[in-house]
Nanobody
Framework: QVHVVESGGGLVQAGGSLRLSCVAS????????MGWYRQAPGKQRELVAH???????NYADSVKGRFTISRDNAKNTVYLQMNTLKPEDTAVYYC????????????WGQGTQVTVSS
């Protein structure tokens, strides 16, 4: 059973930075894709960024130029460096780990709260 754990959330002032980490354990397979999603109160969960095992990245327009996603394939770990944070970045951030080759499977962490004060 794959277990996904996020860390690094917290409270920060606007303009500040945070770094989120996510580790997927319980498997010896390297995840094909790892990513971060977020959900603000009253809103749907949305993609923030994801990265493939080959290093191809994709970002939401709202975070381009401010957030950077990276990963350590050997450790099945993904990071999200968040700079120049804005109050609208406030949300619960969830890590997603996807195995897109057979057997396909998809796992989520419990989420970590990020709060940006103005």
């Amino acid at each position: 059973q794959v277990h996904v754990v996020e860390s690094g959330g917290g409270l920060v002032q606007a303009g500040g930075s945070l770094r989120l980490s996510c580790v997927a354990s319980g498997t010896n397979r390297s995840a094909n894709r790892m990513g971060w999603y977020r959900q603000a109160p009253g809103k749907q969960r949305e993609l923030v960024a994801h990265i493939t095992s080959g290093g191809i990245t994709n970002y939401a327009d709202s975070v381009k130029g401010r957030f950077t996603i990276s990963r350590d394939n050997a450790k099945n770990t993904v990071y999200l460096q968040m700079n120049t944070l804005k109050p609208e970045d406030t949300a619960v951030y969830y890590c997603n780990v996807a195995f897109t080759t057979w057997p396909q499977s998809d796992y989520w962490g419990q989420g970590t709260q990020v709060t940006v004060s103005s």
